[in-house]
């Protein structure tokens, strides 16, 4: 498609459950981004892939967040037993190409609450 | 920490009035882009300045840049309430592959 599409819109998940985020990039977009928004502010990268392969991962708070994006499928973001500092807005954002070129597109977020 | 950071973090003005955002950066780079979040959206991409460039245009946007003193103006001229949203500028640190925003500059425009 020609957005990048996020699912869900809102998740509502109490402390300590797990939290899956999708997102389909643009097609024809072979990098996919995420960045956590807290409170209507900074953007924080988690991570980012090249195609289905992991292109940077040194915002990921590994203990409890993964992320996948396999061929043919949307990619995902999934956090494990999930804290009330987790509730944010994630983005997921592609690009066309590499790097400093490239300007990203971005999705319209998933709001993540932990209760 | 964040590689840019916006100035001033809130502004609001009045329809026809210009808006100028700051932005300062810390390490070299190979471009510049701003981008803007409407309320409860993700964020669009604006206009993108090379490091080589010192001034370019879209529209009513001018963006300015000065890597000697690091830092960037985004200009946005005769504004319209539709301009209301919060501006992020964003740079690749020099060898990184991920984009770096600033904290954002939350622009109001009253009709």
């Known amino acids: 498609g020609e957005e990048v599409a996020q699912t869900p819109k809102h998740l509502v998940r109490g402390e300590g459950q797990k939290a899956k985020l999708y997102c389909a990039p643009i097609k024809g977009h072979s990098y996919v981004f995420w960045y956590q928004q807290v409170l209507k502010n900074e953007f924080k990268f988690l991570i980012s892939f090249q195609n289905e392969n992991v292109f940077d991962e040194t915002g990921m708070p590994k203990e409890r967040f993964s992320a996948k994006c396999l061929p043919n499928s949307p990619c995902s973001l999934e956090i494990q037993a999930t804290k009330l500092e987790d509730s944010a807005v994630y983005f997921c954002?592609?690009?066309?190409?590499?790097?400093?070129?490239?300007?990203?597109?971005f999705g319209n977020g998933t709001r993540l609450t932990v209760t | 920490s964040q590689q840019g950071e916006e100035d001033p973090q809130a502004l609001s003005i009045q329809e026809g009035e210009n808006a100028t955002m700051n932005c300062s950066y810390k390490t070299s780079i190979n471009n510049l882009q701003w981008y803007r979040q409407n309320s409860g959206r993700g964020l669009v991409h604006l206009i993108l300045i090379r490091s080589n460039e010192r001034e370019k245009h879209s529209g009513r946007l001018r963006v300015t840049l000065d890597t000697s003193k690091k830092s960037s103006s985004l200009l946005i001229t005769a504004s319209r309430a539709a301009d209301t949203a919060s501006y992020f500028c964003a740079t690749f640190q020099g060898g990184s592959e991920k984009l770096v925003f600033g904290k954002g500059t939350k622009l109001t425009v009253n009709p």
């Open positions: 954002a592609s690009s066309q190409w590499q790097g400093a070129g490239s300007p990203l597109h």
